[in-house]
């Protein structure tokens, strides 16, 4: 969702993701194999493939893509779970379809679509915006990612996980202790990012 103003300049309000089927091969997606053009990025020796935002729906994310990964055996109990050594990891890449290796992604993540959500109140599982949505309300969690001149961009909420329908068994277990995960950048020229940072959690 989005509003223009009197300059026509756009101010986006919020765009919402949530799983769908079938699954796509590619636009945004979850679980499954990851995007072809990054299934041998070294990321993979250590992390698994969670989700992709898809281009196109933020200024910032004009032509490319957003890939977010996990730490292989993460649990909630680590103690990576603040920026800059978060257990999350983001690849930004040119669109691309899904590969052939659908073990690179989460264990008992089922591979499915990811769409844009009608105007509802349901939540999203990945949420674009201009501000975050914070649980604990304590906006000091994202003091170090913006200390380094970094704005937010989106975060990933679990309590978008569908909870009935086809989809209700897509992940065998919350992530990060059914909270919320914070992802940050700096747009470069032309106001696309190049490099997406995982901030915080929030539970």
Known sequence: MSTVGHSGYVFLVEILFTPSAPDSPDGGRVGGAPPITIQEHPLFDTHQYLLTVPAGHASWARGVEVSVLLRRGFTIGDD?????NMAMRAIVHE???RGDRPELGWPKL????LTVMPDDDSPGLVRIADEPQLIQQEPEYSAAVRADGHQFLFQIDEEGWPVDGELADIVAEYLWGYGSVYFYGTPGPGGVVREVLAGFIDF
């Open 95 to 97: 669109p691309s379809p």
């Open 110 to 113: 089922r591979a499915a679509a």
């Open 80 to 84: 990576d779970l603040e920026y800059p």
